[in-house]
């Protein structure tokens, strides 16, 4: 919306809450928090999942990508980024994901480039118990989508991540319908799908 079509109400209650992001294409409110999930998509070396929880945040882009300084500025010793360097400012993302890797070893998502393109998380009860509260991930690229499980204090535990489905079409954004089922967008095909979770 543009600044010069709010009303006065919605100019006072603008706020900035994060910067330093490169293309924050999707992001998602944990349920039962204030915390703020960014799906942030890099340009070379990673894309990354930064969260937001009430403290105003700068993520360090372009002088960062991922958890280390990104090389062609670091070597340009652009001002700005020599003093992110300098005084480490910049917060770390909750996780990076690599773009040279695996999501998860042997997933058969494939590598070299990704897109982080959707994010949900999961309030439903038809799926089974690990996934209560669990993040999804889409990658528009890779065609895939994780589940990250959520901890005993209900945050997304990224060391935990799991394929949930490959071989998924132009996932752009992810949906939880109100019968608990995941739903994505397919970009390429333009259509709306349903995951369902069928009990053997």
């Known amino acids: 919306m543009a600044w010069d079509v709010l009303t006065e109400e919605q100019r006072e209650i603008r ?3 994060a910067y330093g992001l490169r293309n924050p294409f999707r992001f998602a ?7 703020l999930w960014i799906g942030d998509v890099g340009s070379t ?18 002088c960062y990508e991922g958890e280390a300084p990104l090389r062609s500025y670091d070597d340009a010793d652009v001002p700005i980024c020599e003093r992110l360097y300098e005084d480490e400012s910049a917060s770390p ?11 998860i070893e042997g997933d058969g998502c494939g590598e070299g480039t990704q897109a982080l393109s959707g994010l949900a998380f999961y309030r439903g009860d038809s799926y089974p118990e690990r ?9 528009f690229v890779r065609g895939c989508i994780w589940a990250i ?25 992810l949906l939880t319908g109100p ?14 799908h349903r995951i369902l979770y069928v009990r053997s």
């Not at 996934?131 to 990658?139: K, N, P, S, T």
């Not at 967008?185 to 709306?192: R, S, T």
């Open 15 to 17: 706020e900035l809450v």
């Open 29 to 35: 409110f944990r349920p039962e928090s204030s915390e």
């Open 45 to 62: 070396r990673a894309d990354e999942l930064n969260v937001v929880d009430g403290e105003r945040r700068n993520f360090g882009w372009p």
């Open 93 to 103: 993302p909750s996780t990076a994901f690599a773009r040279d890797k695996e999501m």
């Open 131 to 139: 996934y209560r509260g669990a993040l999804f991930v889409a990658d």
């Open 149 to 173: 499980p959520a901890g005993a204090d209900g945050r997304p535990e990224p060391d935990r991540i799991e394929l949930f489905r490959r071989d998924v079409a132009s996932p752009v954004r």
């Open 179 to 192: 019968d608990g089922d995941l739903f994505y967008l397919d970009f390429a095909g333009g259509a709306l």
